[in-house]
């Protein structure tokens, strides 16, 4: 059934706001954008895209927490039928008034304000507040900026939060102290909104901040009547909710009736489990619920799906402010799919290869990936989307082995470069920046069988290569098997990972541990480019460990077999050739084996054929999270107490959202960069360790700490492949930026009465 309020909606890019009033939408006007009456709910119309391309679309229906059931009720109701006039395809977002997502908050910049009151209901009035003489605002929130209006006492101010006052044609503005400077701003920029929204323009502005004075402070506390500096208390206001698991992921196919039934479905989740005739609620501890619509479900269903989504959260005593995302069969969102251990619909409609292909070439991709298989099996092979690329690996490199005492170890790796699975090892790489300037990386590899002490001796030896170069480095962790292209690059793609370790003088072994026996050993060898990004990687001696899409060398006590995959390209199998000189050298016999050609006694030598497996390929699983997950910018606060927050930033997040005394972790969903400003207190410095390691440890993603790929940059080291996630990036930004002085003045300048 459609409605005549809907009629034009999402036909062009924008956003466009309706309320709900006596059960019918009522557009809001532009001007009123970003203002929430706490007696009402919205629907909120997000249209993303250009004018030459597929528009989409998100739908929030947002609910004040003193709105009646039957104005939410209408809400949820309505946002179906306006996504039913869109063609059904959309996502639809519950926003709860003060639990808000960063999509919903970045579209009301610099901050959402919530106002008393609201309109008239089909079954409660509701008083619309017609302003006060002395009004008190707070602002919650560092980067996602809220403002409430709080009774105008000294009980309602905090050390923690930002405070407006407007008594007549007064507004003061009470900074905490260690506000960042992009908070800073963004108050100021607050106040100067309201100044011309409420006031004309004719207002004065004082800020109050740790700089003012006694005289000052003693103004702002006389304006409001009651109170004083040494007054003001800690923020109590803390968040009581927590999952009875605060990093697992459920996820349940639902049975519809009377009673709500659930059908817990064990990890890895898979595209395949989702039948189009049910409904399926995935619960995440970072992203919220989502619930999953087939296309054969009932319209009934997909109509009123939220009372099944007020079920389950009854079921599991959820707080009712709890976000849920609907996501339909074929329209699912990017951040839904990245908790499935395979995607299949990696390949949207636009880009071409050979523009895609070009990117992945210079170290840097985005987007959804293209429409053909051949290039999601470039991204998805070896590290070629992997972005960090600083140059193109024509620097120097030292290499030293963790220990006790770092061993620089440079020397008798010239030639044939090995790193061993039980150890860890520092290559700090020297190279020119893209503006000729010396630049430094430190690499922390980290072998999957390496013990705590390892790795300990690891942090230790770039901590003191940092030191000596007074913290000008860029330092990055990659746990073997997640190398990046660059890294690889600079071995000059004759990289080798081999068993074995110094306490047997890096003697040939293998996994069984039968190496002085049989002579068998097995290696993978992978990659896209020649003198790239090629690797041979010793694995377990067994069929099971053989995939379609790489080349293997099979060494046996008398002779060499190379098996290859039927995907692997014409570069592995030249590769390999090149690999097998360099670990075993020219005296063996080597035989060419096709897959699907193997002699018995190739099977006998890795304990029989393999069974027959899922999927023998190992790119579409890598693709999957590399090209399907948007980047995310997180802000990092470390409280006097040492206690780390985060803060996801709206979707659209530009470079002017990092602060100079601010930490951030961008999230590409393959490398997670974590960015320090110039200006960072000490505190942070401290704690940047613990950073990722908090980080990650509760999203519910297929990563761990020892699984990530970190990149730690500085401001001012950023490389291009970083920048080209932003809008846009200008290298001498915070050289040119006003400073909080100046925006004082400045506002100080334009006050008048």
């Given at each position: 059934m459609e409605h005549p309020a809907f009629e034009e909606a999402g036909q062009e890019s924008g956003i466009k706001i309706w309320t709900i009033e006596k059960f019918e939408p009522v557009t809001i006007e532009e001007q009123q954008y970003g203002k929430f009456y706490n007696g009402d709910s919205y629907?909120?119309?997000k249209t993303s895209g250009a004018e030459n391309s597929t528009l989409s679309h998100d739908v929030h229906f947002w609910l004040g927490?003193?709105?009646?059931?039957?104005?939410?009720?209408?809400?949820?109701?309505?946002?179906?039928?306006?996504d039913d006039q869109l063609g059904g395809k959309a996502v639809h977002h519950r926003e709860v008034q003060g639990h808000e997502t960063s999509q919903f908050l970045g579209y009301f910049l610099p901050a959402i304000r919530y106002l008393e009151g609201g309109n008239e209901s089909g079954f409660k009035e509701v008083e619309t507040n017609a302003g006060v003489e002395k009004r008190l605002l707070k602002l919650s929130g560092c980067?996602?900026?809220?403002?409430?209006?709080?009774?105008?006492?000294a009980s309602s101010l905090t050390r923690d939060h930002c405070f407006i006052l407007e008594v007549d044609h007064d507004i003061f503005v009470l900074v905490p102290e260690g506000a960042k400077a992009t908070q800073k701003r963004k108050i100021i920029s607050v106040a100067n909104k309201l100044r011309d929204d409420y006031h004309n323009g004719r207002a004065t502005i004082e800020i109050i901040d740790e700089f003012s004075s006694d005289d000052d402070y003693a103004q702002f506390f006389e304006a409001l009547g009651s109170g004083s500096k040494d007054e003001l208390i800690d923020d109590d206001d803390t968040q009581t909710f927590t999952r009875s698991s605060a990093s697992t992921v459920y996820f349940y196919k639902v049975t519809l009736g009377d009673e709500l039934e659930l059908e817990e479905l064990s990890k890895p989740f898979k595209q395949k489990q989702l039948s189009s005739e049910d409904v399926f609620i995935l619960d995440t501890p970072c992203s919220g619920i989502y619930i999953w619509l087939g296309n054969d479900v009932e319209e009934d269903v997909k109509k009123n799906y939220n009372d099944i989504v007020q079920k389950f959260l009854e079921a599991k005593e959820y707080p009712a402010w709890m976000h849920v995302t609907r996501v339909i069969e074929g329209a699912e969102s990017s951040t839904f799919k990245q908790y499935f251990h395979d995607w299949d619909s990696v390949m949207p409609s636009s880009g071409s290869v050979k523009s895609i292909a070009s990117d992945i070439?210079?170290?840097?991709?985005?987007?959804?990936?293209?429409?053909?298989?051949?290039?999601?099996?470039?991204?998805?092979?070896?590290?070629?989307?992997?972005?960090y690329m600083p140059d193109q690996g024509t620097g120097t490199l030292t290499i030293f082995r963790a220990a006790e005492e770092a061993e620089d170890i440079t020397e008798s790796q010239a030639e044939a470069p090995k790193l061993y699975q039980s150890e860890v090892y520092a290559v700090k790489y020297d190279y020119k920046d893209e503006?000729?300037?010396?630049?430094?990386?430190?690499?922390?590899?980290?072998?999957?069988?390496a013990d705590d002490e390892a790795k300990l001796a690891g942090v230790e030896a770039i901590s003191k290569i940092e030191e000596e170069l007074e913290g000008n480095v860029t330092m990055v962790k990659i746990p073997q098997g997640k190398e990046i292209r660059h890294f690889l690059n600079i071995f000059k793609g004759q990289l080798m990972i081999l068993c074995g370790d110094k306490d047997s003088e890096y003697k040939c072994e293998n996994f069984k541990k039968s190496f002085d026996d049989d002579g068998v050993r097995?290696?993978?060898?992978?990659?896209?480019?020649?003198?790239?990004?090629?690797?041979?990687?010793?694995v377990e001696e067994t069929s099971s460990s053989l995939e379609d899409d790489d080349v293997f060398i099979l060494e046996t006590a008398d002779k060499v077999y190379l098996w290859i995959g039927k995907e692997s390209n014409d570069k592995e199998q030249e590769a390999a050739k090149g690999f097998v000189s360099l670990l075993i050298g020219d005296e063996k016999e080597v035989t060419e084996v096709q897959e699907g050609e193997e002699p018995e006694e190739f099977w006998e030598l890795l304990g029989g054929a393999p069974d027959e497996k899922e999927d023998s390929t190992r790119w579409k699983l890598n693709v999957n999270r590399r090209v399907t997950t948007p980047p995310t910018l997180t802000a990092v606060t470390v409280t006097a107490s040492g206690k780390i927050k985060f803060e996801e930033l709206p979707p659209e997040f530009t470079q002017a959202d990092l602060s100079?005394?601010?930490a951030y972790v961008l999230d590409n969903g393959e490398e997670l960069y974590v960015w320090l400003g110039t200006n960072i207190p000490e505190r942070v410095k401290t704690a940047r360790l613990n950073i990722i390691t908090e980080y990650i440890q509760d999203d519910g993603l297929e990563r761990t700490v020892d699984s990530a790929i970190v990149v730690t940059l500085k401001q001012g080291k950023e490389p291009s492949t970083f920048k080209k996630m932003f809008p846009s990036?200008?290298?001498?930004?915070?050289?040119?930026?006003?400073?909080?002085?100046d925006i004082k003045n400045e506002t100080k300048a334009n006050n008048s009465k």
């Open positions: 629907i909120v119309l927490n003193k709105a009646t059931q039957d104005k939410m009720g209408a809400a949820a109701i309505l946002t179906v039928t306006l980067d996602n900026m809220r403002i409430e209006e709080v009774p105008p006492e070439e210079s170290g840097y991709f985005s987007g959804d990936a293209d429409d053909t298989e051949a290039v999601a099996k470039f991204i998805g092979k070896s590290a070629a989307a992997r972005s503006n000729d300037e010396d630049a430094t990386v430190v690499y922390l590899w980290i072998g999957k069988d097995l290696f993978k060898v992978e990659g896209t480019k020649l003198g790239g990004d090629m690797r041979a990687t010793q100079d005394d601010g990036w200008e290298d001498d930004l915070w050289e040119n930026q006003s400073s909080y002085d």
